[in-house]
């Protein structure tokens, strides 16, 4: 989609450290780590937040969480976290799905 930054991260547009790809995913690291790992996962389509994408793309979901897993376990990480912020209020502030992958620290409940 024009002017949509993580469209234009997946075709290559803007820079990014690519760390996996698939078919239907595309993983980088956030530019602003807030953790000694953190990776966005993505899917090619854009849709705007999770929820969306699990009514038109089921099976994404479960690609961008099985290469989530896969980029945390390759970084020597068997305990990770997986964030899907949605809406503003909750802290969304790019509205192409993405999930966020979390590692190498010790992680506060409830969160922020
Ligand atoms: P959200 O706040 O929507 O859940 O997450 C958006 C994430 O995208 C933020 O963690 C932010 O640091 C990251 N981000 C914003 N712009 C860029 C960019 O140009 N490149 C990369 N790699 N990450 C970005
Ligand atoms: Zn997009």
Known sequence: MADCLFCSIVAGDIPSD????TDTAFAFR????????HVLVVPRTHVANAGELADREPE??????????????DAGHDSYRL???????AGQSVFHAHLHVL????QAWPPG
């Open 18 to 21: 690519v760390v996996a790809e």
């Open 30 to 37: 956030d530019v602003n780590p807030q953790a000694p790992l």
């Open 60 to 73: 994404t979901v479960a690609a961008l969480v099985r290469v989530a897993r896969q980029v945390a376990t």
């Open 83 to 89: 964030v899907l912020n949605t809406g503003e209020q």
């Open 103 to 106: 590692a190498g620290r010790p």
